[in-house]
Nanobody, 123 residues
Framework: QVQPVESGGGSVQAGDSLRLTCTAT????????MGWFRQAPGKEREFVGA???????YYSDSMKGRFTISRDNIKNTVFLQMNNLTHEDTAVYYC?????????????????WGQGTQVTVSF
């Protein structure tokens, strides 16, 4: 199985862009759908989008347009490109792996999680 590890978080200003990286240690990365979630203080964990094992990317409706996911199966890596960030994007961002669902989007459908990386967007 794989273990996701996120990196690339930080503090930015509104309107900036940021790219998060998730590198998965372990084997058979291409068998997993790799997803991104985020959780703001006091809120539930929210689905951002995912790159499926078949190469298809899909997003939560609220994330379409500003967020782009890509994956590199050779390097066991998935990226989350975030553009035109706003203060409402401030959250801990998590990378997660799902093996048994075709297009998972619920936290319970992802069995393997990273520790998260903080993204803070100031006004």
């Amino acid at each position: 199985q794989v273990q996701p590890v996120e990196s690339g978080g930080g503090s930015v200003q509104a309107g900036d862009s940021l790219r998060l990286t998730c590198t998965a240690t372990g084997r058979f990365f291409s068998r997993y759908t790799m997803g991104w979630f985020r959780q703001a203080p006091g809120k539930e964990r929210e689905f951002v989008g995912a790159g499926s094992k078949s190469g298809f990317t899909y997003y939560s409706d609220s994330m379409k347009g500003r967020f782009t996911i890509s994956r590199d199966n050779i390097k066991n890596t998935v990226f989350l490109q975030m553009n035109n960030l706003t203060h409402e994007d401030t959250a801990v961002y998590y990378c997660a792996a799902a093996e048994y669902y075709a297009f998972p989007s619920l936290p319970g459908e992802f069995g393997l999680w990273g520790q998260g990386t903080q993204v803070t967007v100031s006004f």
